[in-house]
């Protein structure tokens, strides 16, 4: 008697962002906390940030509740500072890899705030926004990587991205995230692997330049 069972895996729907500016994996948390990009500004920075609340401590509503203009501020010592604060990003990684989506990409999100890059100021006209549950402080999650990689990916496909920096790089002594303990050369070979080996992007788009060499 054969005892061989036939094992069927389910495939998984491939990761994209759609005509509005969305991504079906992630889970949708539509924040208040945005604007409309001026008009003929293309897409062509990714940023990278970290975030936790309270400062170190992960889990929790606390980061939602912020860019849905949610959070009790009065949960926190640290909090009170929060008081009367809008903030958005497109896109939340938490430290399992779930993904959570607040603002449509083709829309502005309020991520970087006063910020520059290559002499051209205002970085939220023209950036993408990702923030990282993660601190200063701490290494960031095997399953956080291979989520960016994924969502990094289908934005390459999706928006004329021609740079991927921190946060740090594009606001200089007023920010540090992501941080020292952001593995950058990790995040770029798993960017090359998937380019190169599993044929997930096409040959018209190029990875784009990071703010280092390796």
Known sequence: MNRNKLVLHSVQPA?????????????????????????????????????SLPAGQFGGSAITDLFLNQLDV????????????RVSTHFLIRRDGQVLQFVPV???????????????????????????????HQAFE??????????????????????????????????TDPGPFFNWKQYKELLVHAAQHESMLVPTHALPSFPFML
């Open 15 to 51: 990761w994209m962002i759609d005509a509005g500016g969305h991504c079906p994996q992630a889970e949708q948390k539509p924040s208040p906390n945005y604007d409309h990009r001026p008009d003929g500004a293309e897409i062509s920075l990714l940023v990278i940030h970290n975030i």
């Open 74 to 85: 009065t949960a926190h010592p640290s909090f009170t500072s929060l008081q009367g604060v």
């Open 106 to 136: 083709n829309l502005r999100a309020w991520h970087a705030g006063v910020s520059s890059f290559q002499g051209q100021s205002a970085c939220n006209n023209f950036s993408v926004g990702i923030e990282l549950e993660g601190s200063d």
């Open 142 to 175: 095997e399953a956080q990587y291979l989520s960016l990689q994924k969502l990094t990916l289908v934005l390459i496909q999706a928006c004329p991205i021609r740079h991927i920096v921190g946060h740090q790089d594009i606001a200089p002594g007023r920010k």
